[in-house]
T-cell receptor, first 114, second 115 residues
């Protein structure tokens, strides 16, 4: 069964500094990988996905993520964090074998300090 | 931008009562899902629904749970006899196709509190 690990509970970063949120996955076959963000009292908003092709994926709000097959990782990055990036970030994976369920990580709380 | 709409945003119910959580998926989407997130824990898959039937369900989705698309626009999750451990945020999602490449759109969630 597919699974995701997000090893850190909270990521603190100063505004303007680079932001990295880590994600590793386990899946049989080739993965479909996603990042979602959740602001307080809001739903899960799609940021970006990796399906195939270029390992560096660019998404919404200046975020990007790099798929690394050998390390089974899909870390989310942003070169310069904003205070408004403070939110809960979820990594998710599904396999390409036909089932439709997403497996989510536990989420990382990102706190951007002004 | 099209949205998935969920109502109510918050529901409090007594243990043993039935609850129905409602969702309006994006109109041209064909696949529908329910996920839940117990406070402080992972978002967990419950069920997927296509062509008026369940296409996949998790071990969490036992006989207490049911889903329905009663009128071609709403997609509902019913919990027959709620337990304290059903307290969670429930997210509805929809996708245009069954393949993940097309992405999933999530609603804002319904926070269910069982007392």
């Amino acid at each position: 069964a597919q699974s995701v690990a997000q090893p850190e509970d909270q990521v603190n970063v100063a505004e303007g500094n680079p932001l990295t949120v880590k994600c590793t996955y386990s899946v049989s076959g080739n993965p479909y990988l996603f990042w979602y963000v959740q602001y307080p009292n809001r739903g899960l908003q799609f940021l970006l996905k990796y399906i195939t092709g270029d390992n560096l994926v660019k998404g919404s709000y200046g975020f990007e993520a790099e798929f690394n097959k050998s390390q089974t990782s899909f870390h989310l990055k942003k070169p310069s964090a904003l205070v408004s990036d403070s939110a809960l970030y979820f990594c998710a994976v599904r396999d390409n074998h036909g089932n439709n369920r997403l497996a989510f990580g536990k989420g990382n709380q990102v706190v951007v300090i002004p | 931008e099209p949205e998935v709409t969920q109502t109510p945003s918050h529901q409090v119910t007594q243990m043993g009562q039935e609850v129905i959580l409602r969702c309006v998926p994006i109109s041209n989407h064909l696949y529908f899902y329910w996920y839940r997130q117990i406070l402080g824990q992972k978002v967990e898959f419950l069920v997927s629904f296509y062509n008026n039937e369940i296409s996949e369900k998790s071990e969490i989705f036992d006989d207490q749970f049911s889903v329905e698309r009663p009128d071609g626009s709403n997609f509902t999750l019913k919990i027959r006899s709620t337990k304290l451990e059903d307290s969670a945020m429930y997210f509805c999602a929809s996708s245009e196709r069954g393949q993940g490449a097309y992405g999933y759109t999530f609603g804002s969630g319904t926070r269910l509190t069982v007392v």
